[in-house]
């Protein structure tokens, strides 16, 4: 990841690169507990994952990527990158715990993820450090507040057959 752009140094960015992180974190843990044979250690990590991307991507998308879009520019990449968004929360939804292809389900969405994550940390978070304007911070700057309510719903949480609800 780079660090030369300035990013770090202006805060709702470097939170948003430290959940990146975290995410990355996460999936390796979720590897190293599938390989060792902890399924249900491993379920209850990406579980707490799903919640950690929830909140992670209804900051980015009322923070970052609506300012970007308001202010007009790069609203194209802005609009793959929440495509993108819908996409981990369709894969998350139908992870399913006994499915024999989990690891295999799994993989495919830490790789998406990794590539995601990449595109922001790259692309869009240099690109709002450079463009954005103070109307455009602020509206970055509510949507890291605490207080913050998201009107965007996601539903992050993998299936559990078993329990016929979200894990």
Not at 79 to 94: G, M, P, T, Y
Request: proline residues 4%; hydrophobic residues 40%.
């Amino acid at each position: 990841m780079c660090e030369h752009c300035g990013c770090r140094g202006i805060e709702p960015i470097a939170e948003l690169m430290d959940e990146h992180f975290l995410l990355l974190d996460h999936a390796g843990e979720v590897r190293r507990l599938l390989d060792s044979g902890d399924r249900d250690a491993a379920w209850a990590r990406m579980a707490v994952m799903a919640d950690l991307l929830v909140g992670h991507v209804q900051r980015e998308e009322a923070g970052i990527f609506a300012a970007l879009k308001e202010q007009g520019d790069f609203a194209e990449p802005v609009l793959e990158l929440e495509a993108e968004h819908a996409s981990f929360d369709e894969l998350v939804s139908e992870l399913d715990r006994e499915s024999p292809t989990l690891r295999a389900d799994l993989e495919r969405l830490f790789v998406e993820l990794s590539e995601h994550i990449d595109k922001e940390n790259l692309g869009i978070f240099p690109v709002a450090v450079v463009t954005l304007g103070a109307d455009g911070w602020n509206t970055v700057s509510r949507a890291h507040d605490p207080g913050h309510r998201p009107t965007q719903e996601h539903n992050h949480q993998p299936y559990d057959k078993n329990h016929h609800q979200h894990a």
